[in-house]
């Protein structure tokens, strides 16, 4: 089997062309077996989500495709946290749907995420 002019093909690194005969095999390089390329190589458009119409001009701590739960979960934390408050001060978790219409289970989550986090 003559390797001349083909490639070696390995899954995840860079293709390099066989050797012709006599000559030494080329080492990989970094260079060779970078496959994504360096920010400044890549195209990159900001156009921002519904928050804001620019990334680098976002309000948010943290950008809403990186929380679990998406832009919902960040809406929801205000009311998440009145939720808890006002069970804290004694108010009951029929009280608790009815006033925000949500249902028995959802403020029982919503008091058992508030337990888990610091």
Do not use: W
């Not at 093909?9 to 496959?35: F, N, Q, S, W």
């Not at 919902?72 to 108010?91: C, D, F, I, K, T």
């Amino acid at each position: 089997m003559s390797g001349q002019g083909s490639v070696i093909d390995a899954p995840g690194k860079a293709r390099l062309p066989l050797p012709e005969r006599g000559e030494r095999r080329r080492h990989r390089t970094k260079v060779d077996r970078i496959e994504d390329p360096l920010p400044e190589h890549a195209q990159y458009q900001d156009s921002g989500c519904e928050v804001s119409p620019s990334c680098l001009r976002c309000p948010l701590e943290v950008c809403r495709y990186e929380l679990p739960g998406g832009l919902a979960s960040v809406q929801r934390r205000p009311r998440n946290s009145e939720v808890v408050a006002l069970h804290r001060s004694g108010v009951s978790v029929e009280r608790l749907s009815e006033q925000f219409g949500l249902s028995r289970r959802s403020i029982f989550r919503i008091l058992a995420a508030a337990r888990t986090r610091p």
